[in-house]
């Protein structure tokens, strides 16, 4: 099942990170909007922690 995860109001660089919660289910993080790259993909890491998730990683990037 397809979920929307970020939806953006602006441009720039955005991000996603995929970790897993202790049960092993998988957590996202995202983020958009940056005006760099690493701002982007540390966000997008902090956010998918702040959810539950370890060891995130980006696994997605973009500009636009």
């Known amino acids: 099942n397809c979920q929307q995860v970020v939806d953006c109001k602006k441009i ?11 049960q092993g289910a998988s957590v996202i993080g995202t983020s958009c909007g940056f005006g760099n790259l690493a701002g982007a993909k540390s966000e997008a890491v902090k956010q998918c922690a702040k959810y539950g998730g ?4 980006v696994k997605n990037t973009w500009n636009g």
């Open 54 to 57: 370890l060891n995130c990683a």
């Open 12 to 22: 720039g660089y955005g991000a996603v990170a995929i970790g897993e919660n202790a």
